[in-house]
């Protein structure tokens, strides 16, 4: 089957620029998760969706970020204004079995951010 | 809260030779746990989990985790290490009193197998 798709994989912008990321998960799975990677940490759960709704938003920063999944399957991850510190590895990931916490993930490859 | 601790950065272990990759937690209920590895420039991939039942899991690529509650730990093993098992390895708990089960992972071990 078909992994997580990310994409780009790669983005450098300026400081109070705006950037959006975009994520396609397995095939079937209801559950996506959003994480940020900083160098040198393990990831961070920023949002959880299980099919179109939000059940764990609690670490997102949302004075700045945002995301939604329309329609229960690709979800985009928006910053707007970045940060410095935003600069981290962007990570994807998606379960199956109404995301119950039995259930493993499966990651995509991520989107590496850089904020100059 | 929950959290995880990986108390080594660095694990550095000879080709052939056993080796342990530790981690620790701490979860207000029975914990969920899992390790994941992370190759370079690609997104981490599930290695084994314990849910509950036996404390010796055994999962991909020959590894292996205990789970040992008295001292809440679940380190990562396997008996004979290949030089491609070096990547950096999570551990990662989840909650098992809420149906979200927010993860939380370690920062992370490096493993090193040299040949």
């Known amino acids: 089957e078909a992994g997580v798709a990310q994409s780009p994989r790669y983005k450098i912008i300026e400081k109070r620029q705006s950037v959006a990321f975009w994520c396609n998960p397995i095939?079937?799975?209801?559950?996506l998760y959003w994480y940020q990677q900083i160098l040198g940490q393990g990831p961070k759960l920023l949002i959880q969706f299980q099919n179109n709704g939000v059940v764990d938003d609690s670490q997102l920063p949302k004075d700045r970020f945002s995301a939604e999944r329309l329609k229960g399957v690709d979800s985009t991850l928006k910053i707007q204004p970045a940060k410095l510190e935003d600069s981290a590895v962007y990570l994807c990931a998606s379960s199956s079995g109404g995301g119950g916490p039995h259930y493993e993930q499966y990651f995509g490859p991520g989107t590496r951010l850089t904020v100059t | 809260a929950q959290s995880v601790a990986q108390p080594e950065d660095q694990v550095n272990v000879a080709e052939g030779n056993p080796l342990t990759v530790k981690c620790t937690y701490s979860v207000s209920g029975n914990p969920y746990l899992f390790w994941y590895v992370q190759y370079p420039n690609r997104g981490l991939q599930f290695l084994l989990k314990y849910i509950t039942g036996d404390n010796l899991v055994k999962g991909s690529y020959g590894f292996e985790a205990e789970f040992n509650k008295s001292q809440t730990s679940f380190h990562l093993k396997k008996p004979s290490a290949l030089v491609s098992d070096s990547a950096l390895y999570f551990c990662a708990v989840r909650a098992y009193n809420t149906n979200a089960g927010k993860s939380t992972f370690g920062d992370g071990t490096t493993l090193t197998v040299k040949p």
């Open positions: 095939s079937g799975h209801a559950t």
